[in-house]
Nanobody, 116 residues
Framework: VQLVDSGGGLVQPGGSLRLSCAAS????????MSWYRQAPGKERETVAT????????YYADSVKGRFTISRDNAKNTVDLQMNDLNTEDTAVYYC??????????WGQGTQVTVSS
């Protein structure tokens, strides 16, 4: 199982970023996928989740209306479009999946820094 996160960077408040996770080593189209984030000094938290078919999503209250999770089962990718970013969104963002009988796997993380 491999998850490769990309797309982070430095952005000004109000700006946008699109994160992407490339997955391999498992049946991607059968697995729900999530993005988590961890800010300095804070616990890792769920940001968004998308079901295997891509027709149901969940968002943390703090990102509702600003972030959109999507997936492409043909390309084995899951993206996180982040709009109207603010300084509280600064964190390392991780793609993650839980596989039956195998447990949870994490991407390597991608740093998002929101600063003027």
């Amino acid at each position: 199982v491999q998850l490769v996160d990309s797309g982070g960077g430095l952005v000004q408040p109000g700006g946008s970023l699109r994160l992407s996770c490339a997955a391999s080593g498992f049946t991607f189209s059968s697995a729900a996928m999530s993005w988590y984030r961890q800010a300095p000094g804070k616990e890792r938290e769920t940001v968004a989740t998308i079901n295997s078919a891509g027709d149901r999503t969940y968002y943390a209250d703090s990102v509702k209306g600003r972030f959109t999770i999507s997936r492409d089962n043909a390309k084995n990718t899951v993206d996180l479009q982040m709009n109207d970013l603010n300084t509280e969104d600064t964190a390392v963002y991780y793609c993650t999946v839980v596989l039956v009988r195998l447990g949870r796997y994490w991407g390597q993380g991608t740093q998002v820094t929101v600063s003027s």
